[in-house]
């Protein structure tokens, strides 16, 4: 399941990428133009933090920055911070138990979209939704096309 703790994480980590890399900016700025509520950015930096994609200072010019490549951190990376498996549907899971699970004839869809899944989130990088959101946000051109050549996402 995408959970809103992977969602804040991938948009706190995209926020921070659009600030020159040598700004620390105020993680409560960061909440408030992501949505994310101030009382739980704390949380999504202490796991960012701890990843070493974000570095803190304290002081009047203090606050939070990226000190990672954008295109060095996967979706399946942020994930894998989040802590929170990313399933489609329970079943697909070796955990899961179910008495249907090898008659169900649904089971493999849900395996293969799975792996598909999978596959996108280990080749989209922080990066590639950069690119994505600063296109949206200029109206390039192929707006409205999503390419998942490659196993990853980007604009046509």
């Known amino acids: 399941m995408i959970t809103n703790k992977l969602e804040y994480l991938l ?14 900016v105020v993680s409560k700025d960061v909440a408030e133009r992501q949505g994310i509520s101030p009382k739980y950015m704390p949380q999504l930096m202490a796991l960012l933090t ?30 894998e911070v989040a802590g929170e498996p990313l399933v489609i549907k329970a079943c697909v899971s070796p955990e899961y138990h179910c008495e249907r699970k090898q008659q169900c004839p649904l089971n493999l869809l849900w395996v293969k979209a799975q792996m598909s ?3 996108i989130a280990e ?5 590639d939704l950069l690119e ?8 390039m051109p192929g707006k409205d096309r999503f390419d998942v050549d490659n196993d990853s996402v980007k604009l046509a």
């Open 132 to 139: 994505i959101k600063y296109r949206l946000e200029k109206n």
């Open 117 to 119: 899944v999978n596959r």
């Open 11 to 24: 948009l706190t980590l995209m926020d921070l990428a659009t600030t020159d890399t040598n700004e620390y």
């Open 123 to 127: 080749n989209t990088t922080l990066a």
């Open 50 to 79: 701890r990843k070493g994609w974000v570095d803190s200072a304290r002081g009047c010019n203090g606050g939070v920055r990226l000190v990672e490549a954008p295109h060095e951190i996967t979706v399946s990376d942020v994930v």
